[in-house]
């Protein structure tokens, strides 16, 4: 089940249950590429929420969004990805609409004035990070699949919060993948 998919940032790519058995960190997840160098990448996980909101871990802000597990870099960090760089200054851009980081003092204004919902920006602890060529022999090592199913209008909606999301993007890639998608969560103990 080679992949040799080139990556690049807007990218979208899903945890195969091959996957290195020893990470779980990573066990059926979705994760967006917001940036891809010669140097590395940075992705957040998309459908993995926390039983925390934002007001929780920013007290000074009124908003109770759900906050998501990034990945396992930084975890002591709060990241975010948004579809609005005309009220966020310093964002990244990702692909179409989608942008990342930005101003926080900014964003909390924004969350305090009812100026962002739900809607328009996702928060995440933590990131996921890839050394030069890592995520590149991850794919060769079928670790991942990158996936051209998913609509980046939808990024904000609650159909991609769940581990269901998961499934039905790999369901989406093809046969070879279905059987996949009811795999054990580790199929070494299958």
């Not at 802000?61 to 396992?72: C, H, I, R, W």
């Not at 009220?87 to 003092?105: E, M, R």
């Not at 890639?173 to 279905?178: D, L, R």
Request: proline fraction near 4%; aromatic fraction near 10%; include cysteine.
């Amino acid at each position: 089940m080679q992949n040799k998919l080139k990556i690049q940032k807007g990218d979208f790519i899903l945890s195969l249950p091959s996957s290195n058995p020893l990470d779980l960190q990573f066990s059926r997840s979705v994760i967006l590429i917001a940036d891809h160098t010669i140097d590395g990448s940075i992705g957040f996980i998309l459908n993995k929420p926390l039983n925390l909101t934002l007001n929780q871990l920013i007290p000074t802000t009124d908003s109770s969004l759900s906050v998501f597990e990034g990945g396992p870099v930084e975890k002591d960090k709060i990241f975010c990805v948004h579809s609005r760089p005309e009220l966020i200054l310093d964002s990244q851009h990702i692909t179409d609409n989608l942008y990342w980081g930005g101003d926080f003092d900014q964003i909390f204004t924004l969350l305090n004035q009812n100026a962002l919902s739900k809607h328009d920006i996702r928060f995440f602890l933590g990131y996921s990070g890839w050394d030069c060529q890592q995520l590149h022999n991850e794919m060769e090592d079928d670790y991942w699949v990158k996936t051209n199913s998913i609509n980046t209008d939808d990024l904000f909606s609650s159909k991609t919060t769940t581990e269901k999301f998961w499934k039905n993007c790999l369901v989406e890639q093809g046969k070879e993948y279905e059987i996949w998608s009811n795999a054990p969560e580790n199929p070494n103990l299958n």
